[in-house]
Each structure stands twice: as structure tokens, then as C-alpha cells.
């Protein structure tokens, strides 16, 4: 029987994905749960908010408390940057040199 992992409930059971999870879906939950109530006040477990998975990550998965693929998303790009890995990606494909 699924229980939450703290109370021992078993009502609103949310999925907790396995360890090293990134952008989960079903096939990356553990086969652990925890309620709705324990996600909230518990730190170790927490939901990343565009990930369409209604499922819960380790802590340790989240960055600012977003699965890492989303975390890329919404960390400002840096034009800079991006132009330099650009022109890098070129040069490396470049076959003249
Ligand atoms: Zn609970
Ligand atoms: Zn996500």
C-alpha cells in the first residue's frame, strides 16, 4: 500500500522521483509518496513549478527550485556568452583551419 514516506497518510499522494531525476516523468518515479501536506512544510522533497509532472524532486535535484532543464530556462540568457559558444561551435566545425 503507498503511504507518505512522513505521515503515513494515504490520501494525496504525490509521486517522488528517483534520485538524480531531471525533468521527470513517470518513468523516473521512486516508488515512494508524499503528501501534499508533508511536500509542503518538508524541504528535503519540493515541486518544480513548470515541470507538468505533478511529482516531487529531491531537494538536491532543484536549483532555486527548479528541475536543472528548467532551470536553464528561465535563468536569463547572456547574449554574450551564447555568442561566444556560437562562434566557438563554428570554428569547430570549420575544416579550413
Ligand atoms: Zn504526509
Ligand atoms: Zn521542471
Known amino acids: ?3 507518505c514516506i512522513e505521515c503515513k ?6 509521486p517522488i522521483f528517483k534520485r538524480g531525476s ?3 516523468t513517470a518513468e523516473d518515479y521512486s ?4 503528501c501534499e501536506d508533508c511536500l509542503e512544510n518538508y524541504e528535503e522533497y519540493g515541486r518544480c513549478p513548470l515541470c507538468q509532472d505533478e511529482a516531487a ?3 538536491r535535484d532543484l536549483i532555486d527550485g527548479y528541475c536543472r532543464e528548467h532551470y536553464d530556462e528561465v535563468t536569463p540568457y547572456d ?7 556560437r562562434s566557438y561551435a563554428e570554428y569547430l566545425m570549420d ?3
Open 79 to 85: 547574449e554574450e556568452e551564447a555568442e561566444d559558444k
Open 9 to 14: 497518510c494515504l490520501e494525496n499522494l504525490v
Open 1 to 3: 500500500m503507498k503511504k
Open 95 to 97: 575544416p579550413s583551419h
Open 22 to 24: 531531471n525533468n521527470g
Open 31 to 34: 516508488r515512494k509518496m508524499i
Open 57 to 59: 524532486y529531491h531537494e
